[in-house]
């Protein structure tokens, strides 16, 4: 039977390899997207040329009315939702001490709240169904801490917690819920850094690489297909915090 998965922040980055792998591998994707839309047609449209149909959908699930929305639009084209990939996210590169209420209420709810708010949208179904398959998108930092970013460790961290709390609850109903720890990726969130920077990093990280997005699609494959995983929070950082 056909899987149906939603995918949040789907049109760049981590979250765009995501759609495609799983739509790759005959999933039907819902990607959702807040403000680039013309990355979420690309996306829609390169698959298309594969032959691969998915959907699109503009949904800023740092609301819970649009995240409600996103749902509901995949429950009533698909009657079901099997996979929920919690992947939107953004950063905040700052001194703690110029941090505004503003920016933690944006990076909090964008970050952690809408993990919340969307496990607990799909859940309902996923509980009816007793089946499904949460994966949150965490980050080192939120094991580890950094330096600047304050608020996005904190945000990472809660979702870590969330991720392990939410496992034991959802157990029972045969809901696997992870989360994948990226370390320091070759993404557009980490070109803040300079090339000094990222060599610097590279130094101290055993493979003495960054990631690249595919490494956390391959790791969703694998949580999507296992089943007997849940609760864990899996470091994908080329061993940068051994």
Known sequence: MEKIAIVTGAS???????AKSLARKGIKVIAD?????????????????????????RADISKREEGHK???????KYGKIDILIN???????KLFTDEADEDWNRVINTNLYSVFMMSQEVSKNMILN?????????????????????????SKAGVNGLTKALAK?????????????????????NRHLSEEEIEQIKNEI???KVGIAEDIAKCVEWLVEDNYT?????????GWNI
């Open 230 to 238: 849940t609760g864990q929070i899996i470091g994908i950082n080329g």
């Open 12 to 18: 760049r980055g981590i979250g765009r390899e995501i």
């Open 87 to 93: 992947n939107a996210g953004i950063s905040e590169y």
């Open 33 to 57: 997207y807040n403000r680039s839309e013309d990355k979420a047609k690309s996306l829609q449209d390169e698959l298309k040329t594969e032959g691969i149909e998915i959907d699109i959908f």
């Open 130 to 154: 007793h089946n499904g398959c949460i994966i949150n998108i965490s980050s080192i930092w939120g094991d580890i801490g950094a330096s600047l970013e304050v608020i996005y460790s904190a």
């Open 206 to 208: 055993p493979l003495e």
């Open 70 to 76: 996103l749902v509901e639009f995949a429950m009533q």
């Open 169 to 189: 609850e959802l157990g029972p109903s045969n809901i696997r819920v992870n989360a994948i720890a990226p370390g320091i990726m070759d993404t557009d969130m």
